[in-house]
């Protein structure tokens, strides 16, 4: 069938950034792209807006370490004005007794931090740090590598064959530590390390966020390394705050793609995909527009892609059985509060650096399991897993002088609950409770606030079950495996229909890997139907 020349070359479904990254460089190959995005702005989750009058923030995603250089650079970022903010120390956690733990700032000052809890973990301290370092610069390697993909011929072969050359190349104990991180659970992984535990709070925080699953679940040590193997300006397993909030990146993005003729259309939610004799052809819009092209490349989780936007019946049946039990729901709920001052800590009063910090109220791997426990138990935990940034203090853009705004991303509220309006409000005030009883006054000190429970991701923002990775980051559910065997290359099950988003590898968070990836895969493709 010849291709209309009035089409686009593919249309993309969704204008998160990983969206906008493979758009960006289909285009700059040559290819005409329409993104559609169903939302009234581009960026997906990482998009900055006003929540509440004169006060603005990143919405959904907050943070910034993950994107990854290569996209940086490609797409002309720093040149559209992406300025990174670093943390000046990684993690703050106030104690119950009124002592606090301060992480980051260097590794002879962590130690000197980890000292004042246990002489022995701040003498383990490089060993451990070399050792995820080793692992992240594996996972490094392989972020923008297509996975080999099971039964995908002569060149899923080459590409299994390469991979497993670099990984059998690896020192022994190397492939020991990433055996214990991909299988083992959080608790299993640091306590050969680490006897305080506050000192073990302090790693296995990155654990459970996004994470619906206890410290002690089996993998959960994998979420752990996920969060670690980013950098920001140069500088490995960094965080920061991008200036203008993380809809800036975005908005970045867009241009790029506008410059080399990307069309984005808004408020255009896709509601099906459609399908001629095993092959996706184009998609219906929710106002019954349909549109054509020969290449159809979904930015949303495979749940919603294939559990809502393509038919059943044209899936095979075990793959269709797969993705129905492909597991989604991260347990998360997201605050944005306007604040008229900033909170004080009794653990350490008055300003300082600790309030650029990610503050993280999670004092041990016990609360972190309670938490989990509590909130299959009652729907949420009573005491949250709470982690607070007030990018505000580094960035003026986003509140009235002398007022701030804070992002607080709490963890262990069950994404199967219906989330009624008067169970978010008893929810949000459980969260707040539990940032005033570490900081008395904070309460008061609120002006306004927006409340995303896991029912409002998946309202806002297509996350089926507020799943901000776009799927559990599982064993089962990583590398090969993402999402499904035999479908990690990026190229769904059907002719023509592609995958860019986070449930694809290397997974969630801004990175830009996806949808890099994805774009790389296409072009192999219309090279060889053209050779």
Same mark, same amino acid.
């Given at each position: 069938?010849?291709h209309?020349?009035?089409?686009?070359?593919?249309?993309?479904?969704?204008?998160?950034?990983?969206?906008?990254?493979?758009?960006?460089?289909?285009a700059?190959?040559?290819?005409?792209?329409?993104?559609?995005?169903?939302?009234?702005?581009?960026?997906?989750?990482?998009?900055?807006?006003?929540?509440?009058?004169?006060?603005?923030?990143?919405?959904?995603?907050y943070?910034?370490?993950?994107?990854?250089?290569?996209?940086?650079?490609?797409?002309?970022?720093?040149?559209?004005?992406?300025?990174?903010?670093?943390?000046?120390?990684?993690?703050?956690?106030?104690?119950?007794?009124?002592?606090?733990?301060?992480?980051?700032?260097?590794?002879?000052?962590?130690?000197?931090a980890?000292?004042?809890?246990?002489?022995?973990d701040?003498?383990?301290?490089?060993?451990?740090?070399?050792?995820?370092?080793?692992?992240?610069?594996?996972?490094?390697?392989?972020?923008?590598?297509p996975?080999?993909?099971?039964?995908?011929?002569?060149?899923?072969?080459?590409?299994?064959?390469?991979?497993?050359?670099?990984?059998?190349?690896?020192?022994?104990e190397?492939?020991?530590?990433m055996?214990?991180?991909?299988?083992?659970?959080?608790?299993?992984f640091?306590?050969?390390?680490?006897?305080?535990?506050?000192?073990?709070a302090?790693?296995?925080?990155?654990?459970?966020?996004?994470?619906?699953?206890?410290?002690?679940?089996?993998?959960?040590?994998?979420?752990?390394?996920?969060?670690?193997?980013g950098?920001?300006?140069?500088?490995k397993?960094?965080?920061?705050?991008?200036?203008?909030?993380?809809?800036?990146?975005?908005?970045?993005?867009?241009?790029?793609?506008?410059?080399?003729?990307?069309?984005?259309?808004?408020?255009?939610?896709?509601?099906?995909?459609?399908?001629? +004799?095993?092959? %996706?052809? *184009?998609?219906?819009? !929710?106002?019954?527009? $349909?549109?054509?092209? @020969?290449? #159809?490349?979904?930015?949303?989780?495979?749940?919603l892609?294939?559990?809502?936007?393509?038919p059943?019946?044209?899936l095979?049946?075990?793959?269709?059985?797969?993705?129905?039990?492909?597991?989604?729901?991260s347990?998360?709920?997201?605050?944005?509060?306007?604040?008229?001052?900033?909170?004080?800590?009794?653990?350490?009063?008055?300003?300082?650096?600790?309030q650029?910090?990610?503050?993280?109220?999670?004092?041990?791997?016990?609360?972190?399991?309670?938490?989990?426990? +509590?909130?299959? %138990?009652? *729907?949420?935990?009573? !005491?949250?897993?709470? $982690?607070?940034l007030? @990018?505000? #203090?580094?960035?003026?853009?986003?509140?009235?002088?002398?007022?701030?705004?804070a992002s607080?991303?709490?963890?262990?509220?069950?994404?199967?609950?219906?989330?009624?309006?008067?169970?978010?409000?008893?929810?949000?005030?459980?969260?707040?409770?539990?940032?005033?009883?570490?900081?008395p006054?904070?309460?008061a000190?609120?002006?306004?606030?927006?409340?995303?429970?896991?029912?409002?991701?998946?309202?806002?923002?297509?996350?089926?079950?507020?799943?901000?990775?776009?799927?559990?980051?599982?064993?089962?559910?990583?590398? !090969?495996?993402?999402?499904?065997l035999?479908?990690?290359?990026?190229?769904?099950?059907?002719?023509?229909?592609?995958?860019c988003?986070?449930?694809?590898?290397?997974?969630?968070?801004?990175?830009?890997?996806?949808?890099?990836?994805?774009?790389?895969?296409?072009?192999?493709?219309?090279?060889?139907?053209?050779?």
């Amino acid at each position: 069938m010849a291709h209309d020349p009035s089409q686009p070359d593919a249309l993309i479904i969704g204008g998160g950034h990983n969206g906008l990254v493979c758009a960006f460089y289909l285009a700059r190959a040559g290819m005409s792209v329409r993104i559609l995005e169903a939302r009234e702005v581009v960026g997906g989750a990482a998009v900055t807006q006003e929540f509440y009058p004169g006060f603005r923030n990143s919405v959904a995603s907050y943070t910034v370490s993950l994107l990854q250089p290569r996209v940086i650079a490609d797409m002309g970022l720093v040149a559209r004005g992406y300025r990174v903010i670093e943390r000046p120390v990684s993690n703050f956690l106030p104690l119950p007794d009124g002592d606090h733990l301060i992480l980051g700032g260097g590794l002879e000052r962590t130690q000197a931090a980890f000292a004042r809890f246990s002489k022995a973990d701040a003498e383990a301290l490089p060993g451990y740090y070399a050792m995820l370092e080793r692992v992240a610069d594996v996972l490094r390697d392989l972020a923008l590598r297509p996975p080999p993909n099971l039964g995908g011929g002569v060149a899923g072969l080459i590409e299994a064959l390469t991979t497993g050359r670099l990984l059998s190349r690896l020192p022994c104990e190397v492939q020991r530590d990433m055996l214990d991180l991909f299988t083992k659970s959080a608790r299993e992984f640091l306590a050969p390390w680490f006897e305080s535990a506050s000192v073990q709070a302090a790693f296995g925080f990155d654990a459970v966020v996004g994470n619906y699953a206890s410290p002690d679940t089996p993998g959960s040590a994998y979420v752990l390394l996920h969060h670690v193997f980013g950098e920001v300006n140069g500088n490995k397993g960094s965080w920061g705050h991008v200036i203008g909030g993380m809809g800036s990146i975005t908005q970045m993005m867009a241009q790029a793609c506008a410059e080399h003729g990307v069309e984005i259309s808004l408020n255009s939610p896709v509601e099906q995909v459609l399908v001629e +004799d095993g092959r %996706a052809t *184009g998609v219906r819009l !929710a106002s019954g527009e $349909e549109l054509r092209a @020969p290449r #159809i490349i979904a930015n949303v989780g495979p749940k919603l892609l294939y559990g809502r936007m393509v038919p059943r019946a044209a899936l095979p049946q075990d793959f269709a059985r797969r993705i129905q039990g492909y597991v989604c729901g991260s347990g998360s709920f997201r605050m944005n509060v306007a604040l008229d001052r900033l909170p004080n800590f009794a653990a350490l009063p008055g300003d300082g650096e600790h309030q650029r910090a990610g503050i993280v109220i999670a004092p041990s791997l016990d609360y972190m399991d309670r938490a989990f426990s +509590d909130a299959k %138990a009652h *729907g949420w935990s009573r !005491a949250p897993i709470v $982690e607070m940034l007030i @990018p505000s #203090i580094v960035d003026d853009s986003l509140a009235p002088a002398g007022h701030h705004v804070a992002s607080l991303f709490c963890q262990q509220f069950d994404p199967k609950l219906d989330w009624t309006p008067q169970q978010e409000a008893a929810a949000a005030d459980t969260i707040i409770d539990t940032v005033e009883a570490h900081a008395p006054g904070f309460r008061a000190s609120i002006l306004g606030q927006q409340v995303l429970s896991p029912k409002g991701l998946e309202r806002t923002f297509g996350l089926i079950g507020g799943d901000i990775f776009h799927g559990r980051m599982s064993l089962d559910q990583l590398w !090969a495996a993402r999402p499904v065997l035999g479908h990690a290359d990026y190229r769904g099950p059907l002719k023509g229909l592609y995958m860019c988003g986070s449930g694809t590898h290397p997974g969630g968070g801004v990175t830009g890997a996806p949808g890099h990836n994805a774009a790389k895969v296409v072009l192999a493709d219309r090279k060889w139907r053209r050779g």
